[in-house]
T-cell receptor, first 110, second 115 residues
């Protein structure tokens, strides 16, 4: 059974600081995704990571994938208040199932 | 047009009612998805349609019945729901890019309350 974990589940950080969210998964997978969800809103796709060593960056967010360790990271650089949201990773197990992590609730304080 | 639309936005129904949720996309995507999301929880995949055929059914109770009438439309028919089925129902679509990625585009969701 595919299980996806995220760490931490809650993160409160000051503006201007850096931090990393971790996503671990239990079986080999086809693709790993990162999403953002604002309160009461739908999901916004951030990154799709396909292969070992993949790194993608968009603005203050950078995602990477280590398939051997079954680990993905979402790194936040110089956080700003607008990044406050819940961040989910999700794993696609070769089309057999698609499982989300529990989410990391990020709060960026001024 | 990079939008997935869902109707209605909100729905209140009794346990004996029959209702339907509708999802539409005009991006030429050939995969469409239904998710259920309870408050403060991650989305849970319910159904996947690929090329208008049901490819994944994540052991969803039969009171939820999906339908894909054509490549742009996805319906979720609801009958005899329970209060615990109250949730945000999200529709998504995807189409592999030339790089092999499968970005999913999500609709705004239908917030369902079962009384």
């Amino acid at each position: 059974e595919l299980k996806v974990e995220q760490n931490p589940l809650f993160l409160s950080m000051q503006e201007g600081k850096n931090y990393t969210i971790y996503c671990n998964y239990s079986t080999t997978s086809d693709r790993l995704y990162w999403y953002r969800q604002d309160p009461g809103k739908s999901l916004e796709s951030l990154f799709v990571l396909l292969s070992n060593g993949a790194v993608k960056q968009e603005g203050r967010l950078m995602a990477s994938l280590d398939t051997k360790a079954r680990l993905s990271t979402l790194h936040i650089t110089a956080a700003v208040h607008d990044l406050s949201a819940t961040y989910f990773c999700a794993v696609d197990n070769y089309g057999q199932n698609f499982v989300f992590g529990p989410g990391t609730r990020l709060s960026v304080l001024p | 047009d990079t939008e997935v639309t869902q109707t209605p936005k909100h729905l209140v129904m009794g346990m004996t009612n029959k209702k339907s949720l509708k999802c539409e996309q005009h991006m030429g995507h050939r995969a469409m998805y239904w998710y259920k999301q309870k408050a403060k929880k991650p989305p849970e995949l319910m159904f996947v349609y690929s090329y208008e055929k049901l490819s994944i059914n994540e052991s969803v109770p039969s009171r939820f019945s999906p339908e894909c009438p054509n490549s742009s439309l996805l319906n979720l028919h609801l009958h005899a729901l329970q209060p615990e089925d109250s949730a945000l129902y999200l529709c998504a679509s995807s189409h592999a890019t030339t790089a092999g990625e499968e970005t999913q585009y999500f609709g705004p969701g239908t917030r369902l309350l079962v009384l």
